[in-house]
């Protein structure tokens, strides 16, 4: 059994700052590569950030130079630093791993949690 809680969104005007925080569970996570995933009203879910196992980095267009995926092995921790937010980055932010990067990449995850809803006001 796996969890997975989301936290740290909120209300913040464009140009605000945000650091979102997952927390994973049932799992090794040490194993597992991680990702943070966007859903906007409407549309579908989308990649936002990932990182592997050793700590590689890659970013969606979109969020590079404004966003920074890290993670904390010792707490079960994967985290979204946001800066620079716009209004397009009003969703719901969700976090998932899986010891396939590939999927983590593709976003082809069997569940997930309930995400934190992010709300950028122009």
């Known amino acids: 059994q796996v969890q997975l809680v989301e936290s740290g969104g909120g209300l913040v005007q464009a140009g605000g700052s945000l650091r979102l925080s997952c927390a994973m569970s049932?799992?090794?996570?040490?194993?597992?590569?991680m990702g943070w995933y966007r859903q906007a009203s409407g549309k579908a879910r989308e990649r936002v950030a990932s990182?592997?196992?050793?700590?590689?980095?890659h970013y969606a267009d979109f969020a590079k130079g404004r966003f920074s995926i890290s993670r904390d092995d010792a707490y079960n921790l994967v985290y979204l630093q946001m800066d620079n937010l716009k209004p397009e980055d009003t969703g719901v932010y969700y976090c998932?791993?899986?010891?396939?990067?590939?999927?983590?990449?593709?976003?082809?995850?069997?569940?997930w949690g309930q995400g934190t809803r992010v709300t950028v006001s122009s």
């Open positions: 049932g799992r090794t996570f040490s194993d597992h590569n």
């Open positions: 990182i592997t196992r050793g700590g590689i980095t």
């Open positions: 998932n791993g899986h010891p396939s990067y590939y999927k983590v990449m593709q976003g082809d995850l069997a569940s």
